[in-house]
Structure formats: C-alpha cells, structure tokens
C-alpha cells in the first residue's frame, strides 16, 4: 500500500507541473496581445448593419442598446432589433430608442416564423432579408460596447485575408457569489485561454457575443440559415468562414455582457450548458482540459502526501511538509495571482480583488462540471429543454 502510495504521489506531480506550465502560458499569451489598444481610421467608413435579436427585458437592457444608438462611426449604420413578438416587452424599450434618436437609422422587425431549434438565429434569418449594407455586425442581446467599437473592428477587414472579426467580452456586473465565481471563468479564464489557442495555429471559432462579417461572405457561406439547429452558432459560423480560406481575427476593443442577477443554480446550468457545448464541437481538447486545472493537480498531489504521512510515513521531516506546503502554495499563489491580473487587465477594474478566494473554488467546481458533462446530452437554454447531437445540433426535447 505504501509503494501505491509513493507511486501515486510521484505520478501526480506531473500534472501538478503540467498545470502550472499551461498557466504561464496562458498568462504570457494573454499578455502579448494589444488589448485595449485604439486605432485611428481615416476617411470615410464603409457601411454596416447590426443584426440584434433580441428577447425579454432587463435593467439593463436600454443602456446596452442605447450603446449601439450612439456610434461615433463615420459611415452609414443600419440597425435592426428583431423580435419573435409584439408581445415581449423589450419591443417598449425599442419603440422609446427610436423615439429619441430618430436620425438613427434602426428598426424593430417582429419575427414570428419559428425556424431551427436555434431560436436567436430563427431571429437572425428573418432579419437577413433587411441588410443593406456592406459588412454584418451580429451581437448578443446584453452586449454593451464603447462609442468608438465599430471604428475599431470594421478595419481589421483592410486585410484581405480576414473573414470574421470577433472580440473578447467580460461579465461587467458580477452581483452574486455565483456570477464572481462565473465572472473568474470569463474575465480571467476564457479569453487568456482562446489566446492560447491561437497561439498554437489559427483559430477555426468565433466569439458569439460580437461578430462581423462581410455580407457577400455571410450569403456565400447560406446565410444564417446554416446555422439554425445549431447550438453554439458562433462556433460553427467561424468554422464556415475558415472553409472559404479567409481567417478569424479578434479586435483590441473588448465589450461589456450585463446580466440580471443570478444564483448557484441558474450559474450552474449555464455553466454546464457552455462545458457541454465545448464537449460536443470540440471533443478531445475538453477531454485534455481537466490537465490545465492548476488547483486541482497540485492540491491532490499535497492531499496524497499528507495521507502518505499519516498513514505510514510519520517520520516525515519539517523539511519536507515545508517543501510540500511551499510548493502548493507556489501553484495556488500563481494561479490566484494571475486569474486576478488577467480579470484586471480585460475589466480594467480591481474590484474582483476581494473576490481572490474564489479562484480555487472555481477551478474545483469546474473538475465538477467538466465529470457532469459527460453524464448526459441535455442542455437548459432560454427556458427551453434540448437534446444537443453529434456534432452540436439542437434537438427539442417534446
């Protein structure tokens, strides 16, 4: 028993190490790209058109709108707010947008037709008929963006190459304990961890909460329509424009998601929705993430030597609970350091600071949420039941 023991505390260290090498280079990743970082176009713009669809109303809701009534863009912008019904009560708050800026050449168009289990892009089909411009700005409905954001993604289309430019967002109003915890997993994690990734080849996804894309390339590719049964419809958009040989490329100006106030169970569901998304489109990678966890490798390393001392090896010297308990709190300092820098550096804000406790937290509750997700292919998505297939598609459940 004493040599499984031995064997098992040795064996661990090596993904103990292993997370803690990710997480440097995750951290540096994060680092060397210009976040934040203005350009300055000159000249005329081309045209664009923002496709919004949107559903349910809250606080919220008419500042993250009213940001895209307020460009500061020089060529024309057409926007167009789409709803599946006359009923829902966003469609006041719209109707009082465009009573104040009436100059702003936007429009709420009902969507009634239910077309995909996608309802979002059941949405977006029917408001692809309305586009008249040059590019597609697509965004999410509790997106807040700076008064400068068009003028900063719409050039990075001057390179000929790029199909899609995209752009990381942040969880901006984290009320809850549970929206800090998810709050680590976004303005932390996510966005260092999609850097990574393209520091490795060039990325075949998007980024849902913001995309734009040419109109010519969007009806070349079948228009919204391809993606209807879709459940991460981002993912499989940027995944159609790398098929056409154009790249993906991701804007410095980040973007502010404004979310009503949540709890452990909705926070969970959705976690679970997004890790079982990521399991469907990218099988191996969510397999081999669990590796990356730089609380869970080290803090099992630690727990198999602790046991091993008190279970047959009490003889153990300060020394070595000194290297042991400093090696842990290396990995648990670095990674709580660098989870709070990076949260820093996309919010611009230190007021997670206090939060620094939750970093390990998550990280364990994320060991919880990556085992779930393979328990089972349901997934709870705006208060509907799916079945999510091979591939990601969509399937109501009756």
């Known amino acids: 028993m ?29 680092l060397s790209f ?43 912008v057409q926007i167009l707010f789409g709803v599946a019904s006359a009923e829902d009560p966003v469609c006041a708050v719209v109707r009082e947008l465009l009573a104040e800026y009436p100059k702003v050449d936007a429009q709420l168009v009902i969507c009634r037709e239910d077309l995909g289990a996608n309802a979002k892009v059941s949405t977006m089909r029917q408001l692809q008929p309305h586009i008249r411009h040059e590019f597609v700005v697509i965004s999410d409905a509790d997106v807040r963006v700076p008064t400068d954001f068009l003028r900063n993604i719409i050039p990075h289309f001057d390179d000929p190459q790029v199909g899609l430019v995209n752009c990381f967002y942040s969880l901006a109003n984290p009320m809850t304990v549970s929206m800090a915890w998810e709050s680590i997993a976004i303005n932390a994690d996510f966005w260092s961890e999609v850097l990574q990734a393209r520091s490795m080849k060039e990325v075949d996804f998007a980024l849902g909460a913001v995309m ?50 949540m709890y452990f169970t909705r926070v969970w569901i959705h976690q679970l929705r997004w890790a079982r998304t990521i399991r469907f489109c990218q099988p191996v990678p969510f397999f081999l993430s669990i590796l990356s966890n730089a609380t869970l490798w080290p803090v099992l390393w630690f727990l198999i030597f602790a046991l091993r001392h008190f279970n047959f090896d009490q003889s153990d010297a300060m020394e070595n609970w000194l290297v042991a308990g400093g090696l842990l709190c290396l990995c648990l300092g ?3 350091a660098t989870a709070l820098q990076q949260q820093m550096r996309l919010t611009r804000s230190t007021a997670h600071f206090g939060w ?18 393979f328990l089972g292919n349901h997934v709870e998505w705006r208060g509907q039941r799916f079945r999510v297939l091979s591939g990601g598609k969509l399937l109501r459940d009756p």
Not at 12 to 28: D, H, M, N, T
Not at 54 to 65: M, Q, R
Not at 219 to 225: P, R
């Open 2 to 30: 004493f040599a499984s023991f031995l064997f098992l505390w040795n064996f661990l260290a090596v993904p103990a190490l292993l997370s803690l090498a990710i997480g440097f280079w995750r951290w540096g990743a994060s």
């Open 334 to 336: 670095f990674r709580i």
């Open 212 to 261: 734009a894309l040419p109109k010519a390339l969007l009806e070349k590719i079948g228009g919204f329509a391809i993606l209807s049964d879709y459940l991460a419809d981002d993912y499989h958009l940027g995944q159609q424009v790398v098929r056409e040989g154009k790249k993906i490329a991701f804007a410095h100006v980040a973007v502010e998601c404004w979310e009503p106030p």
């Open 356 to 373: 620094w406790w939750l970093v390990p937290v998550k990280d364990l509750m994320n060991v919880a949420i990556w085992a779930v997700s």
């Open 34 to 76: 210009p976040l934040h970082r203005r350009m300055i176009p000159q000249g005329q713009m081309p045209s664009v058109t923002l496709i919004k669809p949107l559903k349910g109303c809250e606080s919220e809701t008419k500042s993250t709108l009213r940001s895209w009534m307020i460009q500061q863009y020089s060529g024309p």
